[in-house]
Each structure stands twice: as structure tokens, then as C-alpha cells.
């Protein structure tokens, strides 16, 4: 239940962005926007106490990378609808990710990360977690 309401609300948060941004956005981006925010969420849920955030934000953007890769394969590709197409982009990969985008997307995951603890703390009464910059979580 949690996590379809994070990804339903990622979803819709996702999909304006996109409207406000590019002026439109296709529904399977709303899926895949909603999924990026669960995956940046349970990706600070195994870290934090393990890694500073700015690498808790690289890992969730190498997710969101990896998950807009395989979406853009069946989505792109696989079902030909083009609701996006890097080719353009230098270092490519197959049009569908692009290292300017999993850069984006390092930025992107600070706000989702804090947004998926906000969720869990109002909606589920969760208590907010800590985050580290540069040390390592242990003192030992």
C-alpha cells in the first residue's frame, strides 16, 4: 500500500514537471516517474546510515538511468510510441539514456529523496531519517 501510494504520487508529481517543463507528457511517464521516486526512496532507506547522501544520490541516479533505460527499450523501441529519443546526446545509449540525463538526474534525486521521507512521515507517521555529508555513518 506504501509504496503504490509513493509511486502514484511520484507519478503525478513526475507528470506536472514534465507538462511544466516540455508542455506535455505521456502516461507511461507517470509510471515511470512514480517508480523513480520508490526506487530513490528505498535506495535512502538502505544507505543512510551507511553513506553520505551525495553518494546515496548517485546511486538513485544511476536507478533512475537504469530503470529509464529498460522503460525507453520497451517503451521507445520495443512498442515504437517515441515519447523520447536521445540519439542526439553525446554518449548515448541507444537513444534512450545519455550521461547529461543521469547527471539531471543526480540533482533530481535530492528533492526525491527528501520527498519520499516527507511522504512517509506525514502518510504513515514515520519518523524522518538523518543524513550525513561526508563522513561515514559509523564511529568506530
Not at 74 to 81: D, S
Request: proline content about 4%; overall charge positive; charged content about 10%.
Amino acid at each position: 500500500m506504501k509504496e503504490l501510494f509513493i509511486i502514484l504520487f511520484g507519478g503525478v508529481v513526475y507528470g506536472a514537471i514534465e507538462i511544466a517543463f516540455r508542455g506535455h507528457t505521456h502516461i507511461s511517464m507517470i509510471l515511470l516517474g512514480g517508480m523513480c521516486l520508490s526506487a530513490c526512496g528505498i535506495i535512502s532507506d538502505l544507505l543512510h546510515q551507511k553513506l553520505p547522501l551525495p553518494l546515496i544520490m548517485v546511486a538513485s541516479a544511476v536507478a533512475i538511468t537504469v530503470l529509464e533505460f529498460i522503460a525507453g527499450c520497451i517503451i521507445n523501441l520495443w512498442l515504437g510510441l517515441a515519447v523520447w529519443d536521445y540519439s542526439n546526446m553525446p554518449g548515448n545509449i541507444l537513444g534512450q539514456v545519455s550521461p547529461a540525463f543521469t547527471a539531471a538526474w543526480f540533482f533530481l534525486a535530492l528533492p526525491a529523496i527528501y520527498l519520499y521521507d516527507i511522504i512517509l512521515h506525514c502518510k504513515f507517521s514515520r519518523p524522518m531519517k538523518k543524513y550525513f555529508f561526508l563522513r561515514s555513518g559509523n564511529k568506530s
